[in-house]
Structures are given as C-alpha cells and as structure tokens.
C-alpha cells in the first residue's frame, strides 16, 4: 500500500515537472518567435529607407551605370537563415551606396541624403538592440535544450537548438564606416 | 573627432580647477575647511570620550567621580570649545554642510555653471517608494541637480528598517537595523509625455523551489503585470503598467537591451508617470561620501575632489544617456 502510494506520489511529481519544464520551452519558443519579429519589422523599415537611398544614389550615379545588386525585401515570417540573408544583402547594397556617395560630394552633402543616413544610423541600432534580444533568447533556449534534466522534455517534444542571428556581416564594418555627422 | 574635443574640453576644466585651488583665496579658504572639519570630527570624539570616562567614574565614586569627570571635562573640551568658538563664530556646520559648500559645489560650479549640490534631497517621498524596495525607513541626501534641458537631478538613497531579535536561550533581545536598499535615485524629464504610469522592477528567484522574490511593491491597484519578447528581461524584472500600448511603446529593443546590460552591474528599477522619470540603482554605496577620518580631512584638496566628481558625473550622463 506504501509503496504503491510512493509510486503514485512519484509520477505525480514527475508529470507535474514535466508538464511545468514543456510550457517553459514552449514559453521560450514563443519569446524567440516574438523577438524574431521585431527585427524583421525594423529590417522591413530598414529596407524602405535603403530604398530610398538606392533611389537617390542611382540619380547622381546615372552617367556612370553603376549596377547595384537587387535589394531583396523580406517575407513575412521568414526563418532566422532568411533573415540573415536579407541582412546581408541590405548590407551589401549600402556598402554600394557608399562608394557611390564617396565618389559624389554633392550627393553626400544632400539634405534628402543626410536625413536618410540619420534614419539608417538609428536603425542600426534598433537592429542591433533587438538582434542581441533575439540571440540572448536563442541562447537561454539552447542552454535548456542541452542541460540535463530539460534536455529529456526538449527530446520528448522533438526540439533541435535554435540558429542564431549573425552578430558580425560582412558589410557591417562598412555601415560603421558611414560618416553619419551632419555638422 | 568627439573625443579629442572632449579631451581638450576636459584639460580645460582641469586648467581651471587647477588654477582656482592654487589661488591664495582659495588655499585660505582650504586650511579654514580643513581646520573646521578636523574641529567637528574632533569635538564629537572628545565630547564621546569624555561622556564614557564620566559614567565609568560616576559609578566607581559617585558624587566625587562626577566631579572630577567635570574637571577633566573642562580641561579636555574647554579649549577645543574656545577655539570651535574662534572657527565658526555664532555659525556652527557640520561636516556634511561644509564639504558641500566649500568643496563640492565650487567643482560642479565650474563643470556647470547652473548645476548644484544640496545636502538634503528634494524628491517626492511617492516617487522614491515607487523605484526602491518596500521599507520602513527612507533617507535621501546628497543630491546633484544640472539644471539641464532633461532636468536630471540624483540623489543618494538610504532605506531601511528595524528588526526586533531573540537570542536562542529567549532572554535577550535586541533590535537590529536592516538595510533595505542603499544606492542611487535619479529623477529626469521624460521625453514626451507618457499615458498612464510604468514600474519596471528588479526580481529573484528564490534558492530553495525557485520561487520569485520580489522586495520591490507589487501590483497596485489599477496596474497590470506584462512580459516581453526578451526572456533575460522576464526572468530579471516585472513590469507594471497601466496603458499597455504606451508601455509596449516604451519598451523598445534599445531599452530592453539597456535593462540587460544593467542586471550584471546593479538592480535597477524605473518609474516613470506622466513627464518624470525615475530610475534606481542600487548599488550599496553612496556618491560623493564624506571624508571621515582626519587623514582624509588633512589630505583635501580639490583636484583630487574633482576627479572623483568628474568620474561620478561621466557615469551619470552616460547612464541615462539613452533616456536623453
């Protein structure tokens, strides 16, 4: 009777905190999900001022045919490979816009052209405040995912560890490059 | 570019401490600090000392006892009393006082012209409560206002409260004083305007069932409890709110980010209602402490003053830079 009572008592108490460990993850999943979407907003306004840089370099530089590489705008609910793609690739166009404008003070020194790289500048940091958001709960998930007792619930469910956003692009160091001074 | 303006900008401001300690008003004006401090420090010794030696001797002689503690009284305080007389005239100060006055202030004055210290806080007691840890007991002194555009202001905050303690045979008890929160407040102009009010506040998980803990007030009435998409953030603080759009609003990745940064340095809590925001930091130790010793009177001196000051001032602007 004691032992069945133990017995009992033990898979109640082992259920409850699997029950318990499975919302957390599920918990987690959510937030990763959520804080994902705050940077595909911003890359999506990211995107529009690119555009419009894009649209104002291309003027200036319309003698020289300078062809820029495709700006890609991203899908709706797009996975973390996605939108390191679309990263990069917004990266890669504004390093172009950049060598442009080096080559064109008048286009550097436009009102229309400071403002848009005013715009851009605190972008970026939004971008950067909400992809460390975005890897800081990557991180706090895998960390889950691999530590044992939680791993055996990760297992049960199926889940693999998360990717992360990449920190460091290629372009980047160009974007920091920008002389965003208006004085 | 910045930094070398800010550099030439800050070997100027040295410049002119430099110059204002090594004028011979301002050198006259360090031996009276020192003198009046060193008097103070030395007066509450000796009036100590002399208050133990009295009832040490009233209870070995009585009468005869406190007599002659009155005699060596009068010889040990008497002169100090005559030249305390000679010092401060009919005005007395305490240290506090005269080290605001004569030492801080003439720095900051130099740093910003319109700023201040004042030795006693003028923050809203409700304000105070809203950002610290729920306490008995609330001092708040020393505080720094610049007078700027944000109209930042921070004072020192000290709260706690008293514990009444039984020894383990029942007999003795004894009251203990339990530090609640010791740290910094600062209170700023909030961009814009902010519909309802926010409390972000610092939590902990508890040893033993990680259980929450949370000393700082709870939900009060019309408040409402939120997360965000930040895990860490979650974890590490609770969110009351009452509009939830002007939160969310507020909450932004830069400011979560910005809590985040702050969970490893010290608990951080913020309050904002309305134009005011205030902000908490504990972080177990005052901002501009007094010397307390005689040496640390006897080695005063305004540039090294300056350099302390200066160093509190750069953390303060960067700080809440996020929120100017």
């Known amino acids: ?165 990449e920190e460091d692009l290629e372009g980047k160091k160009d974007l920091k490059d920008l002389d965003y001074n208006i004085d | 570019m910045a930094s070398e303006f800010m550099q030439s900008d800050r070997e100027e401001e040295l410049e002119r401490i430099r110059r204002l300690e090594a004028s011979p008003d301002y050198q006259e004006k360090l031996k009276q600090l020192r003198e009046k401090m060193n008097s103070n420090l030395q007066w509450k010794m000796y009036t100590i000392i002399c208050v133990v030696i009295g009832v040490f001797l009233f209870m070995l002689f009585r009468y005869q006892g406190l007599i002659a503690a009155a005699v060596i009284a009068f010889f040990v305080l008497y002169p100090r009393y005559k030249k305390r007389q000679e010092l401060f005239g009919g005005d007395k100060e305490d240290n506090e006082h005269l080290y605001v006055e004569n030492m801080l202030n003439p720095i900051v004055k130099e740093i910003f012209p319109e700023g201040e210290i004042s030795v006693n806080s003028d923050f809203p007691l409700d304000s105070i409560r809203s950002v610290i840890p729920s306490s008995r007991t609330y001092k708040s002194y020393r505080q720094i206002s610049f007078h700027n555009e944000s109209d930042l202001a921070v004072a020192n905050v000290y709260a706690y409260h008293t514990e009444e303690r039984t020894s383990s045979d029942g007999e003795h008890r004894t009251t203990e004083t339990v530090q609640d929160f010791r740290g910094q407040v600062y209170q700023m102009r909030f961009p814009g305007a902010f519909d309802g009010h926010i409390r972000v506040v610092p939590t902990r998980t508890s040893a033993f069932l990680k259980r929450e803990v949370q000393d700082y007030p709870g939900t009060r009435a019309g408040e409402m409890k939120i997360d965000t998409e930040d895990i860490r953030h979650n974890e590490n603080y609770n969110i009351y709110c009452t509009d939830e759009l002007a939160a969310r609003n507020f909450l932004n990745p830069t400011v979560l980010d910005w809590f985040d940064k702050n969970i490893s340095q010290s608990q951080t809590a913020i309050y904002i209602e309305d134009h005011e925001l205030y902000i908490s930091r504990y972080t177990d130790r005052d901002i501009f402490p007094l010397p307390r010793t005689l040496e640390e009177i006897d080695h005063l001196s305004l540039m090294e003053e300056y350099k302390k000051l200066r160093g509190e001032i750069d953390f303060i602007q960067s700080f809440t830079a996020i929120f100017q």
Do not use: C
């Open chain 1, 1 to 165: 009777m004691v032992f069945a009572v133990v017995v009992i008592l033990a898979a109640v108490i082992i259920i409850g905190w699997f029950i318990g460990q499975s919302n957390r993850l599920n918990r987690y999943v959510v937030s990763i999900e959520e804080s994902k979407k705050t940077v595909d907003i911003t890359l999506a306004k990211r995107y529009d001022t690119i555009s419009e840089m894009l649209k104002v370099a291309k003027a200036y530089a319309k003698h020289e045919e300078k062809v820029f590489t495709e700006l890609v705008g991203l899908r709706q609910s797009a996975s973390i490979q996605e939108t390191n793609r679309a990263m990069a690739n917004q990266n890669d166009v504004l390093s172009q816009i950049r060598a442009v404008a080096e080559n064109y003070p008048d286009l550097m020194s436009s009102q229309q052209f400071l403002t848009l790289q005013k715009e851009i500048a605190s972008e970026n940091d939004e971008l950067a405040a909400s992809k460390r958001i975005v890897n800081s709960n990557v991180r706090v998930m895998n960390q889950a995912i691999v530590s044992f007792p939680t791993s055996l619930v990760a297992g049960f469910k199926g889940m693999s560890k998360f990717d992360f956003l």
